[in-house]
């Protein structure tokens, strides 16, 4: 029965999937003849040395252009995967078509979102909770049985407010350690590693390393209480819950 369901919802992915390509080139297409149609109608008003410096910014917004395009369809296509009700097809995606290095027994539920997810690594038997988002931007390197609940957002990149273009500063890469649990809507900020079996509260900020077997709890967050450093469980991807 599980295979006929692969079949259809590979079927309906392909369907999905190509009607974002279409929809893409069309409106690219549009968004292209626009955009040379501006750029020759201030052509025909300029000078010899002015065509030539405007043809290289002509082709610099034509890259910008086309870079923008290919990330909407790249981002468009994580949402229509994240609401696949098939952990097997959203996996399949997820792996060989969004490039996520993802071990076995990985459970991602749906509604989960992820930002350059070709620079995002899950260890086995972890289990990404609904509607979570991870930006992978700079990196996420996420350990065996780790367990993200409801709502948790993870950052690798953050705007400078000092910055007088508000430019984005890179912050670096976030790691996780095997078997750390990551509470209900709590926000993880660039650059910070939790060590393993660390906790962290719902609702917590964290914005600086956590220490392993660590509960931290708050905004920003700060060291409440230790955990039991003697853990052994392992997730198992027959205990998923199907279709979400």
Not at 65 to 93: C, D, E, G, W
Not at 109 to 129: L, N, V
Request: glycine share 12%; aromatic share 10%; net charge positive.
């Amino acid at each position: 029965m599980e295979t006929i369901l692969i079949c259809i919802g590979c079927i309906i992915v392909a369907w999905i999937l190509l009607k974002i390509f279409i929809g893409f080139v069309v409106l690219a297409g549009a968004g292209f003849l626009c955009q040379y149609s501006k750029l020759t109608d201030s052509d025909s008003t300029g000078e010899t040395d002015s065509k030539q410096h405007d043809s290289k910014s002509r082709g610099g917004e034509l890259r910008q252009f086309l870079v923008r395009q290919l990330s909407a369809m790249v981002r468009l296509t994580i949402y229509k995967t994240a609401a696949i009700p098939s952990h097997r097809i959203r996996n399949f995606i997820y792996r060989r078509i969004l490039g996520i290095h993802m071990e076995k027994d990985v459970t991602v539920y749906y509604g989960t979102e992820f930002r350059a997810p070709w620079k995002i690594s899950i260890g086995a038997g972890t289990i990404i909770g609904d509607q979570c988002i991870l930006d992978g931007r700079n990196g996420i390197e996420i350990g065996r049985n780790v367990n993200f609940s409801t709502g948790v957002w993870i950052w690798t990149m953050q705007h400078d407010y000092n910055a007088v273009d508000f430019s984005l500063s890179a912050k670096g890469r976030v790691r996780i350690g095997e078997r750390a649990w990551l509470g209900p809507g709590c926000i993880i900020l660039p650059g910070v590693t939790i060590g393993s079996g660390a906790v962290i509260a719902a609702g917590a900020v964290v914005s600086k390393d956590v220490s392993p077997y660590t509960l931290v709890g708050g905004v920003p967050a700060k060291p409440i209480g230790k955990r039991n450093d003697n853990l052994n469980y392992v997730f198992k991807w027959a205990e998923r819950a199907r279709y979400l």
